[in-house]
Structure formats: structure tokens, C-alpha cells
């Protein structure tokens, strides 16, 4: 709800596109540029995907920076949209800057996700989908929502010492005063935090400093546009280092062996990236897909302050 | 000095071919296979980013997938080598198996790291080399050698409790009776193990299952091979998608922005990944490279059983 109020905003104060020219650039066999024209990053990013597909089927690999854009969306989508197109496939983002450094106190980077995936052939595909941070803002909110304290190694406040309660941290963030979300391995070295903040660097070089676009703190959202993230996805194709056929059951054989593993003392079962995801997929398509009501009442507001009334049945509780 | 034996056993026992003879095989004008005759990875791997290198020329981006081969040593200096001579690089590897999963109890996968470094100007480079796990073996040694307690979120023992001896542990691993080091964000998925678990595959799928090579707990050493890990690199034009120098002095300023955010409580300084290394470097260039006396002994000893004279001036003590 809270993307949702956020695209049509952008869309309706003129600080995003709605009618935006993709423009790509091919620039080597393997390798192109895709401007945005400053519209949704999900309109971009797909046409980028067909890019990096076009060109590994040619060059074996191709690497797609996207400029000009806007907020992504989950990076996970393309990633698959890949795969399923028979590619192994990586798709990153920068983001607005909210994250601390491992030993820094001021919000610094953002929550960088990269996504990943490969195609199997009875399992559907590995499909990696993460933030480079140990929690994205979203949970931080959900928290907040939940009056609940957060738990020490999320997050740091302004000082640079755990944040525990959320609200002040989301306003601190808000207010651009300090505080941030910690990189993936927490605060400091001991459990691996200079490797988050590595791996959200990381991000940024390829994202932004590779395509001539802001980084580091300067992604943010100003009065006059919005944050102009930027992207860099890459696709190769199986078949130049491999059988294609081959590789894909090796994938099956991979997927179930993660699957089938002992699982840790109070655990029930053990997944593979994206079979979660998968599961819930099935299970929505078969009910409906849950939303709280004060989500739904939300999206309604939204719809409504733009003439688009929401179906009530949307809302109906799922068949028996 | 744990590897150096290593090697040493693997060439002279002939799991390790000692006159390889490395084959590369372009595959299209981005993606190339090398095949490393089961000889050191170092040799194959060195290869392996010139082939990188001759395909980003062309095609703008340059993968290249390397089987046969053995351990790769720090795959950071490969990315950096790269970086050395213009190009966004990667460089990965997986790894003998010791990894338990995220919400499994049994080694599993090994610490797979990711090594990334990107050129700048003034500044020497962007250098990430990480293991996807939250320590790597080596720490656990060393706690070993000083029986230190293991700090909570390392590993777990071969139930996939918390393990606390690095001695059990490192036996347990070595029998494979159980226990692991855990992926990068620790047990469970509250801080995020499943992300560490996450990126450790991908390394894996990138390396193993896209080169047709042993994947998972199959990536061990035998009585007649070395653990046939492969490798996987990446390479990237920066003068396809902007002017390099601008790039260049991006990166310095990106590095810069790094070095200079306020740290945190506690913390003296911020730090980009590579600088404490070339810092660092800078010392041992200076005053040689420090040895703890149980390490020098050991070389020598290796030496010693091959005919090889370790001089007694590289344990003087540094020139005051």
C-alpha cells in the first residue's frame, strides 16, 4: 500500500514519467545501456530483461545497465522472468539511502537487493530475491505498526548504538537526522556486517557509478523528482557452457538435495530460495491473495481519490 | 601454512596434475569455458581473467566458466588483477563443503566467497572479497589454537545447536559427522541466514552446475582427487557504458564519500573494502611480511621434507 501511494504520487505530482520512451542502446555484442525516461522502473526493467536476452543469445552473456528509472519493484520478478525464458539470470537495484554502515552512524546506502536465478526443469527455479541489509525498511514498519521493540543487530539510531524503538528510527530516517538499518551481518565485523555493506557497495558501483547515475546518499527522493535509482541486470545462456538439458536436471538434483537435507533442531523443513514464494503463489491463485484490512481499506482510499473504485468482492472471504 | 601443505600433499601424492595444461574454449564472443587439467587453481584461475579480459574487449562483457581445477586461493586477487587492468571484475568459487544451511543441521556447502573490485583513480580500487559465510575456517582455527569459547551465530554442532568448542566442531566437520560454519546472517532467518545460504548457491549454481562440475556436499577431497571446485569470472567494459575516466573519478569519489562518513560509537575510522589490505600491503613492503614463530617453523618444516632451504633472515625482526 505504502509503493502503491508512492508510484501514484510520483505519477501524479510529474516527478515520474507516465509516458515514457524506453530507449536502448546496444553498445557491444554483449553489452547495452536502457534509459527510463524517468517512468516505472517495472516497464524499464522488463524491456531490459528482453535486452540481456537478445544478447546473450548472441554473445553467450549480456550485461544491461538501465539509467533514468525509478524504483523497481522486487527484483526477484525479472530474475525469474529470466529464467523462465531459460536463462540464469541477475537482476540489481540501488535504492533510496537508509542504511547505515557496518561501522558507520549515518544512513548511508540503500537497501541494494540483488536477485538471482536459474532454471530447473521439474522444479520450477532457484530464485534469490534479497535485500543486502539484515531486514528491509518494511519490516522495520511492520514493527511500528505492531508497537513492538526491535530486536537488537536490526538497526542503529542516530548515535550509532542499536535502535530499538522503531518509530523514532523510521522518523530519524524520515528526518535524514541519522540512523539506518544495518547492512547484512549486523553491526561491525564480528558476524560479517563489512560483507553486507560490501555487498550493497557493490550494487551501487555496478547500478549507479557504472551508469553515470547518483549514489550513495545522493538516492533520494527530492520535491522535484524522484529517486533516480538505477539498475544493472545480466543474463547468460546455459547452452555455451553446457547442454542445456544437462544443466537443468543437475538444477533438479541441486534444488532436492537442499530440500531433502536434515533440518537444524526446531525446524521443520528446509527450503530453497524462492520455494516459499512458489508455495504461496499456488495457494493465492487457489484463495485469493490475503491482504489485512487496513491494507485494503488503504488501496481503497487511494482508488478512490483517483475515481478507480475496488471491487468489493476483492475483499470476500476466501471460498471454504 | 595449512595450505601451502595442502598443495604440497595434493602434488606430490598426484591429486594435483603438476604440468597442466590449461584449455580455453570460446564459446561466443562473451562467454569462453576453460578447463584447468586439474592443476592448481591459481594458474588456471590467473588464465581464466585474461580470457575474461580478451572477451569484455570484444563483446562488452566477458564470462568465463573454469572446471578441472582446484582451490583457488583468495579469489579477490583475481578481481583485482582485473581491476588492474580496467575492468569491473568478478571472481568466484565454490568450495570444499563445511557450510550447514541456514536451518539445517549438516555441512552442506562450502564458504563459496564472491570476490568483486572495480578501478578508480586516485584511490587505488574497490576490492570486496568475502566468504558467504559469517567467519571462514581459518577463524575457527585460530579460536582453536587459543581454546577460545566460540562466540553464539558462528556454527552449529553436528544436532544444529549452537556450537561453542572449536575443537568438537573442527573434528566433527573433519569426520563429517555433522556441524558447520553458518552463512553469512547466522541461524535461522531473524537476521537473515537464509540470504548468506542464498548467495553461497548462486556461487555454487554459477561455478558448479553451469560447468557441469561436482556441486554441494560432492565438493570434498578424496583419496584419489582434490575437491574438483570450479570457478566462475566476470568481466565488464567500463568504456561501453560511459567514459572511463569519468567512471575512474566516480569511484574516487564514491570510495572517498566511504572513507569519510562518521563512524560509529566505538569505532576510529570507516573503511572501503580493500583499503585495510592496501594499507596493509603498504607495511609488509616496508617492514616484511610478520610470521608467528609456530607458522615459520612450520614452512621450514615443509620445506625441509622437499629439499627446499627456508633462508633464517626472513625471521629477523623487522629494521627498527
Not at 23 to 46: C, P, Q, T
Not at 205 to 222: E, H, M, N
Not at 244 to 266: C, I, K, N, S, V
Request: aromatic content about 8%; hydrophobic content about 40%.
Amino acid at each position: 500500500m505504502r509503493l502503491t501511494e508512492h508510484y501514484c504520487n510520483m505519477l501524479a505530482g510529474g516527478r515520474l514519467n507516465r509516458n515514457p520512451q524506453i530507449k536502448v542502446d546496444i553498445r557491444a555484442a554483449g553489452s547495452a545501456m536502457v534509459d527510463g525516461d524517468d517512468g516505472l522502473g517495472h516497464y524499464a526493467a522488463y524491456r531490459a530483461v528482453e535486452v540481456g536476452i537478445e544478447l546473450a543469445q548472441q554473445a553467450g552473456v549480456g550485461a544491461v545497465g538501465i539509467a533514468h528509472s525509478s524504483h523497481l519493484g522486487a527484483a526477484g520478478a525479472y530474475a525469474l522472468a529470466g529464467a523462465e525464458r531459460g536463462f540464469v539470470t541477475f537482476a540489481t537495484t540501488n535504492t533510496d539511502s537508509m542504511v547505515a554502515l557496518f561501522d558507520g552512524a549515518a544512513r548511508f546506502h540503500g537497501t541494494n537487493p540483488l536477485a538471482f536465478a536459474a532454471p530447473a526443469d521439474q522444479e520450477r527455479a532457484f530464485v534469490l530475491d534479497m535485500s543486502t541489509t539484515v531486514v528491509t525498511r518494511g519490516k522495520i514498519e511492520v514493527y511500528d505498526r505492531l508497537s513492538k521493540e526491535l530486536p537488537e543487530g536490526w538497526a542503529v539510531d542516530k548515535t550509532g548504538r542499536p535502535a530499538h524503538d522503531p518509530h523514532t528510527l523510521l522518523e530519524d530516517m524520515g528526518a535524514r537526522v541519522g540512523g539506518g538499518i544495518l547492512p547484512l551481518g549486523g553491526l561491525g565485523e564480528d558476524f560479517g556486517g563489512h560483507k553486507g555493506y560490501g555487498l550493497a557497495a557493490m550494487v551501487d558501483i555496478l547500478c549507479a557509478v557504472l551508469c553515470g547515475a547518483p549514489f550513495l546518499s545522493s538516492v533520494a527522493d527530492t520535491a522535484t523528482s524522484s529517486a533516480r535509482v538505477s539498475h544493472f541486470f545480466g543474463a547468460v545462456q546455459v547452452e555455451r557452457f553446457r547442454d542445456a538439458a544437462a544443466f537443468r536436471q543437475d538444477m533438479d538434483h541441486f534444488l532436492r538435495e537442499l530440500r531433502q537435507t536434515p533440518p537444524a533442531e526446531g525446524e521443520e523443513r528446509v527450503y530453497f530460495a524462492g520455494q516459499k514464494e512458489f508455495e504461496c503463489e499456488a495457494e493465492t491463485a487457489r484463495l485469493g491473495v490475503p491482504l489485512l484490512a487496513q491494507e485494503y481499506d488503504g488501496l481503497c482510499a487511494i482508488g478512490a481519490a483517483r475515481g478507480v473504485a475496488v471491487p468489493r468482492s476483492a475483499a470476500a472471504p476466501p471460498p471454504a
